[in-house]
């Protein structure tokens, strides 16, 4: 929706204006024009009461759910994959919601000031691009290894040992660049839009809200959380996009033909075809894209967030969820960045200079300075309101998938397995093989044993479990029981 407001209001810029003007460059600024305007005590009532709140209590009916509904609550495996049967649409947006940084608000306009429309569009497909080629990995996972809650264990059932061991560090290594990334961009936005924040606030912060509905409703909770978060992001974006484009009508710097005039007059790097910020022939703009495919893709292949999110869904809905996802991440940077980073141009080019110095555009601040400068508080609010929700969604995210890997790839097989001196081809229970191994079909080598998912003594225990109202009261299935 956001987008084809925009791409209208684009059409109706170009066919209204036949400006012509002499190409200028304009000059940067030295000091800083951007101001906070929020107050530390507003900003902490609405991210520590508001979207805390909001995530704890429904962390807290997820666990309801789970336990007097579906009555698995006790099984691990439900914290981290939420069931196995998260449906499509879940899926859609919380692979949508856990892709989409702070940085994508703040940082596209940056590359956008510079390369013009083509930085932006390379921007945004080269993310695209990444999230449309990940299904193809995790329907294999899904088919061949069902049962998998990583993508390490499947790195230690097929190379062994020794590569799970390097593996788990270069997944744990990925995980810690994503929330490092997390942390920079989160206190560059919460820095220029709140007056006298701390860097322990902002940890403080991050903490509360990346980790504590994860620790009561598990995966199941950063689904749900993920549905708000996008639902809110999407409405922001379009409150902003509509009061722009329709209700600032009377302002110089909002004026459709003034948005063009700047676009088209304000001199583009050498890269650009003909030196214009509206095309999407731009070099650095194509490198740019090219760069960020090959870093993003690096990234989120070894991200266990990623597979996580996928390992929750059955077939179908993971694949098709990661399509939805890719055109619903589309819509929202895309349209934001276009916005912003016009009505920027605009306001510099009326006023003869760069509004912001080089240090404020390349830290983010485009996006900040026009939604204060248009819509004073409200869209300091819209704003922190959107990086607040990319973050819940992106760091609950990892906060699980480092959780997965210490429980299922390093406590479970190197810390206190369940049986010693066993492969994980192997039969926790027998110790047969699960599979044919030897071309034959001896079937004294395979093991019988049933599945706790499908043992009646098994469903039975877990309702005892719960009438006795403790997770004490001793299992008495005869072949899962101990």
Same mark, same amino acid.
């Given at each position: ?13 170009? /066919? ?33 009461? &508001? ?25 691990? +495996? ?25 940085? +994508?608000?703040?940082?596209? *306009? ?6 013009? !429309? ?33 993508? !390490? ?6 190379? $062994? ?28 936005? /919460?820095?220029? !839009? ?9 940890? !403080? ?6 980790? #504590? ?17 996008? *639902? ?37 790097? +050498? ?17 740019? &894209? ?85 819509? $004073?508080?409200?869209? *300091?609010?819209?704003? /922190? ?7 819940? #969604? ?6 699980? *998938? ?12 190197? /810390? ?14 027998? &110790? ?12 004294? =080598?395979?093991? =019988? ?34």
């Amino acid at each position: 929706m956001q987008f084809v407001i925009l791409v209208v209001f684009l059409a109706r810029v170009a /066919i209204a204006s036949n400006a012509s003007c002499r190409v200028t460059s304009l000059k940067y600024e030295e000091q800083s024009n951007i101001t906070a305007i929020l107050e530390k005590h507003e900003a902490l009532l609405l991210m520590f009461l &508001g979207f805390g709140g909001l995530s704890i209590t429904l962390g807290m009916v997820h666990y309801a759910v789970r336990r007097y509904i579906y009555r698995d609550v006790h099984s691990l +495996d439900t914290v981290f994959d939420a069931g196995g049967k998260v449906t499509l649409g879940l899926t859609a947006v919380t692979v949508a919601s856990q892709l989409l940084w702070p940085s +994508d608000f703040l940082q596209s *306009a940056t590359i956008m000031s510079k390369t013009g !429309l083509g930085g932006s569009l390379f921007y945004a497909i080269s993310i695209v691009l990444d999230i449309l080629m990940f299904p193809v990995l995790s329907l294999t996972l899904k088919t061949r290894a069902p049962g998998a809650k990583t993508f !390490l264990q499947i790195i230690y059932a097929r190379f $062994g040992k020794e590569a799970h061991i390097v593996f788990c560090c270069i997944a744990l290594f990925a995980n810690l660049i994503t929330v490092m990334a997390l942390i920079l961009s989160a206190k560059a936005a /919460i820095y220029v !839009l709140v007056k006298d924040v701390s860097d322990e606030m902002i940890l !403080l912060l991050l903490a509360f809200l990346f980790g #504590s509905y994860c620790f009561i409703g598990g995966l199941g909770t950063t689904f749900y959380i993920s549905y708000f978060n996008t *639902a809110l992001t999407f409405v922001s974006v379009l409150v902003f996009i509509v009061h722009v484009t329709y209700k600032e009508t009377d302002n110089i710097f909002t004026k459709k033909e003034n948005m063009y005039e700047a676009m088209k007059c304000i001199q583009a790097p +050498d890269g650009n075809y003909e030196n214009s910020f509206m095309t999407f022939r731009s070099r650095g703009g194509v490198i740019f &894209g090219i760069l960020m495919f090959l870093m993003s893709m690096s990234v989120s292949f070894l991200d266990q967030a990623n597979w996580q999110s996928r390992i929750a869904a059955k077939p179908f809905q993971g694949v098709a969820g990661f399509f939805i996802a890719a055109y619903l991440w589309f819509a929202i940077p895309l349209t934001i960045t276009i916005t912003s980073t016009t009505v920027y141009m605009s306001m510099s080019f009326q006023n003869g200079t760069h509004l912001l110095s080089p240090l404020d555009i390349d830290s983010g601040y485009i996006t900040p300075y026009v939604m204060e400068s248009v819509m $004073g508080k409200t869209g *300091a609010y819209m704003l /922190i309101t959107m990086v607040t929700m990319a973050l819940m #969604s992106t760091g609950s995210g990892e906060v699980m *998938a480092v959780s997965s890997i210490i429980v299922y790839d390093i406590y479970k097989v190197y /810390i206190n397995p369940y049986r010693k001196g066993i492969e994980i081809t192997q039969c926790p229970l027998c &110790g047969k093989e699960k599979t044919y191994t030897d071309g034959t079909e001896n079937t004294d =080598k395979i093991c =019988k044993c049933p599945s706790v998912f499908t043992c009646k003594a098994c469903e039975q225990d877990v309702v005892v479990r719960l009438k006795a109202q403790q997770f004490m009261h001793p299992y008495a299935c005869s072949v899962h029981g101990s």
